[in-house]
């Protein structure tokens, strides 16, 4: 690095977590290629079972199903991102104090059922392109439809709002540089009391400032649709499930099985 | 400056959550914006633990929601919220969104029913045990991932009081020890009790932050010209040419004092290319929302088909600002939206009848101005109108996508289309086989005229050469960039490569325009400059220092002056942007001089932010940054959103600012109209490479 990036260098964040969610993986795998309801369906499914058996052969099992979907989607170690050091050192007291208070392994089972869980959310993520849910979220609701439910609408308003979160990434990007531009403020009130209120005048500032973008955005949102004919009727396309969806569906059942099985089976202190 | 009440639709509550009517497109876009809002907020309180507390913020766009529009608006808000959620942070952030929507939903009904303190707490002491309730329930049912949470969590705490043990704090240990067992055995009843107290609580919270947000939104007037048009049906199409006929309309608007149209006769009777002309004010925009379905005050429109505003075989707009019209996330989404999914549609040969050949999947976001309308103009193709309205598609546009333009809609007619096209700018009249102008809600002039040659269009470029300011050549630079390359996300698989060993001096009381495609680096290279971005190589100096020892120094106009302007009042944001506070005639004269050096009145001072246009928006921003004495002014897409007469305006005060300030002014922008009075000098990025 150069002089520049020496002096007073802001913290990087290019690696953060917050930084690598939602991003499609930009080449096409088997995962890429699964149907997003195929995705959405086997990850409602693993989470549900991993909250009903939470244990060891839940972990061992989600751990498994995370190494496997990675490597067919091709995931590089690259894309991991950095956890933030106060979450690491966190984890590590709570670590050492579980240890001491004779709960270590009941510590770690909740950890890796808790981490495995999110890294599959994260690579349902990776692999799925935003317009894909939409459309799949149509076909999943078809059955709600018979109950009456407005399925519809509520499938247009999550293609909208999809649309919209990567408009409002760059807006809450721009909202904080500009901000971070300002010179800061002399701290008005004495004491934390005082600094609580600069606090949270600035949280409602950067608050007024996106609402008032979105609602101006939403409104021009709701005259776009009116010149195209208003609320779209989305219709259930063809449901066209490949070998790939297949396969992950039988996976995630072969899973959940091993998974309540093995609870079931094993004595009691390798359950919960 | 009077304040404009929200029409605001009153429900029996049966009707509010069961339904009855469908969502209307508005009720919908706010559902949606908003619920993007709430899961952002909630993704990140989630995933920067440091920060949770901001997930509770996301009670607020939900409850905006409630206040404005039907519950049914608020839930399905609530399904997408949840589903981004979900997707972006796992399922502990949309079940917490679903909470926020409840919670959300319920303050700003209460606030839009006109109720107050009392009505929160009343429902909050009724919502709490529901509350706690379902928590209760929720742990009942999944019983096994509570014992381990409860056993992980006592296991650790159990460590903490044996370390306090060993410290000889017995007495805090088993203090701790106990309490943790008591807490543990009768969960249920903590969590019951929490929730009644946490619920009032928490609401009367998120109603305090409403009211102060709504304070400001109040300001907020949203222009939505169809709003009162209903969607009919198209009916069969026919080959017969459309017939529109319009006498002695009159057209007033609700509570004005004066007609906006008086007696207008009108024929349209064959397809055309008609231009309406005519200045702000004479009733252009009125005629339009008629032919759009509005119906006349007084007098007779009479049609042979009706209007289907929208549908298949009738009426399509394209409207002035080019990014609010587009709906998809790519070309080709885009031009599909909303089309029936059996309607089959040639989306390619549309896309290249407007010139976008070859681009549908091209994401939308990475289009100009003048490409973002030809894609609206596919977009109302692909329903085959029989009537376009071009209602001022042309004012945001720079010369050339102005030019592109007029020459897609000039020959539309050829295919049975009859077009209107609204218009400030003499130039575009040239081509018109009709021309109709309108003065005071009067058609003063109506002729069918020869036409241009249907060849090419050229619209002659707008423009002086202001006299770039005198320089010494041997001059330091103010500001250089020295060998910058930038990659996003290095070492990572979404590596971006976007400026590539990029070098630009720029002096004082200079100015410098940096130009190319949307997507080729010229954000990324102003953000650079203002130091906000430390690039992966290379080296940016300000007067000999490093830019971001001395940041603020090079002060950034944004592209949306809304994000910017982040006070309640114009005058608080101008002391703000250079660390003031406060009143005091010190202040005052402060604020009269930054709105003076940008031509704004000193009234200004007291407006509220959201009561100012997009203009206003751009000069008091801008009146900020002057204030704080910067050294350079770097500009991002200034130009954008403002029609031709503001972006003159513009122009010359930047020209003014650069040379009696002596600033150094960059320029980033696609658009090259007035340009040239700003800035001597122009280079043009591609590929992250200048030439």
């Not at chain 1, 579980?98 to 692999?127: K, R």
């Not at chain 2, 003063?444 to 770039?468: L, S, V």
């Not at chain 2, 029609?643 to 003159?648: I, L, N």
């Amino acid at each position: 690095m150069t002089a520049v990036a020496g002096r007073t260098q802001p913290k990087s964040r290019r690696s953060g977590i917050g930084s690598v969610l939602l991003r499609l993986l930009p080449w096409r795998s088997a995962v890429h290629e699964l149907w997003a309801g195929t995705k959405l369906i086997c990850l409602t499914v693993l989470i549900l079972v991993a909250l009903v058996f939470p244990g060891w052969p839940a972990a061992a099992i989600l751990t498994c199903i995370v190494l496997a979907t990675a490597v067919a989607a091709r995931v590089p170690l690259s894309a991991v991102p950095r956890i933030h050091p106060i979450v690491t050192i966190t984890l590590l007291i709570g670590a050492v104090a579980s240890f001491f208070g004779n709960g270590l392994a009941y510590y770690l089972q909740s950890l890796l059922i808790s981490a495995t869980l999110l890294a599959l959310g994260i690579l349902v993520g990776w692999t799925t392109a935003l317009r894909e849910v939409a459309p799949a979220l149509v076909s999943l609701g078809a059955p709600l439809r018979r109950l009456g439910l407005p399925v519809n609408e509520w499938a247009v308003a999550c293609a909208l709002c999809m649309r919209t979160v990567p408009l409002l990434f760059d807006e809450f990007r721009i909202l904080m540089a500009a901000r971070r531009l300002r010179p800061p403020f002399e701290p008005r009130g004495a004491g934390r009391l005082g600094l609580l209120h600069d606090r949270a005048e600035e949280l409602i500032d950067l608050l007024s400032a996106v609402l008032a973008v979105s609602i101006r955005r939403a409104s021009e949102l709701g005259t776009a649709m009116r010149l195209r004919g208003g609320v779209p009727e989305l219709k259930p396309g063809p449901l066209q499930l490949r070998p790939g969806d297949v396969m992950t569906f039988t996976v995630t059942a072969l899973g959940t099985g091993a998974i309540v099985i093995a609870t079931i089976i094993l004595p009691a202190g390798w359950g919960v | 400056m009077q304040r404009t009440p929200t029409r605001r639709v009153l429900d029996s509550p049966v009707d509010e959550i069961s339904g009855g009517r469908p969502l209307t497109s508005s009720e919908l876009g706010t559902a949606a914006v908003l619920a993007g809002v709430a899961a952002l907020l909630v993704a990140v309180g989630s995933l920067v633990p440091h920060v949770g507390a901001i997930g509770m913020l996301a009670t607020i766009p939900l409850a905006v929601i409630g206040q404005r529009h039907r519950a049914r608006a608020v839930v399905a808000a609530a399904v997408a919220g949840c589903t981004v959620a979900f997707l972006v942070a796992g399922i502990s952030s949309a079940v917490a969104l679903i909470v926020w929507a409840v919670v959300g939903g319920l303050v700003g009904s209460t606030v839009r029913r006109g109720r107050g303190a009392k009505t929160i707490i009343g429902v909050s002491l009724l919502a709490g045990p529901v509350f706690g309730l379902a928590a209760v329930s929720i742990l009942l049912v999944f019983s096994a991932a509570r014992d381990l949470a409860f056993a992980s969590v006592a296991a650790t705490v159990h460590g903490v009081t044996v370390f306090l043990h060993s410290l000889g704090l017995v007495s805090v240990a088993s203090f701790i020890d106990a309490a943790l067992a008591v807490t543990l055995a009768s969960w249920w009843l903590v969590i019951l009790v929490g929730a009644l107290i946490g619920t009032p609580l928490v609401m009367l919270l998120v109603w305090r932050i409403l009211s102060t947000v709504l304070r400001r939104l109040d300001w907020i007037v949203v222009d939505d010209p169809f709003f009162d048009i209903t969607p009919t049906e198209s009916g069969e199409p026919i080959a017969d040419p459309l017939l529109i006929e319009l006498s002695g309309v009159e057209f007033r608007y609700a509570g004005a004092a004066e007609n906006a149209l008086r007696g207008l006769d009108l024929v349209l009777d064959r397809p055309e290319f008609i231009v309406v002309s005519g200045r702000n004010g004479s009733g252009k925009s009125t005629l339009m929302r008629l032919l759009a379905g509005a119906s006349a005050t007084r007098g007779e429109i009479r049609r042979n088909r009706p209007v289907a505003l929208g549908a298949p075989g009738g009426t399509a707009i394209i409207m002035q600002r080019p990014e609010s019209q587009i709906l998809g996330m790519t070309v080709a989404e885009d031009v599909r939206w909303g089309v029936r999914s059996d309607a089959s549609i040639d989306i390619e040969a549309t896309l290249s009848d407007v010139g976008l050949a070859g681009m549908r999947d091209r994401p939308t976001s990475s289009l100009s101005g003048g490409q973002l309308q030809r894609l609206a103009l596919a977009a109302a193709l692909v329903r085959r109108p029989m009537l376009l309205i071009s209602d001022e598609s042309t004012a945001m546009v720079d010369a050339a996508g102005r030019c592109e333009l007029i020459d897609v809609l000039r020959h539309l007619p050829e295919s049975n289309i009859t077009v209107i096209h609204v218009t400030h700018s003499d130039d575009e009249v040239l081509y018109a086989d009709r021309h109709i102008r309108l003065a005071d809600g009067r058609i003063i002039f109506d002729e069918r005229q020869p036409g241009m040659p249907r060849e090419n269009t050229r619209i002659p470029k707008a423009g002086w050469n202001g006299n770039p300011a005198l320089r010494d050549p041997d001059a330091r630079p103010l500001l250089a960039l020295e060998n910058v390359s930038h990659t996003y996300d290095a070492g990572t698989p979404w590596q971006q490569r976007t400026l590539h060993r990029v070098s630009v001096e720029l002096h004082e009381a200079e100015g410098l325009l940096i130009t190319g495609e949307n997507g080729g680096g010229k954000s990324t290279i102003a953000w650079i400059m203002a130091g906000l971005i430390i690039p992966t190589d290379g080296r940016i100096l300000l007067d000999g220092e490093p830019v971001t020892a001395v940041r603020g120094s090079v002060a950034m106009a944004f592209q949306h002056p809304r994000l910017q302007l982040q006070r309640p009042t114009v005058r608080e944001d101008i002391l703000a942007a250079s660390g003031r506070r406060g009143s005091g005639h010190a202040n005052d004269i402060f604020v009269r001089d930054a709105l003076s050096a940008v031509g704004l009145p000193p009234e200004l001072a007291a407006r509220s932010i959201d009561a100012l246009s997009g203009g206003q928006m751009r000069r008091v921003a801008l009146a900020g940054l002057i204030a704080s004495r910067p050294r350079a002014l770097i500009l991002d897409e200034p130009f954008a959103g403002l029609d031709r007469e503001s972006r003159r305006q513009l122009a010359e005060l930047l020209a003014r600012l650069r040379d009696q300030r002596r600033l150094a002014i960059v320029l980033i922008s696609h658009d090259l109209d007035e340009t040239d009075i700003v800035c001597s000098r122009t280079v043009r990025l591609a590929d992250g490479v200048l030439s």
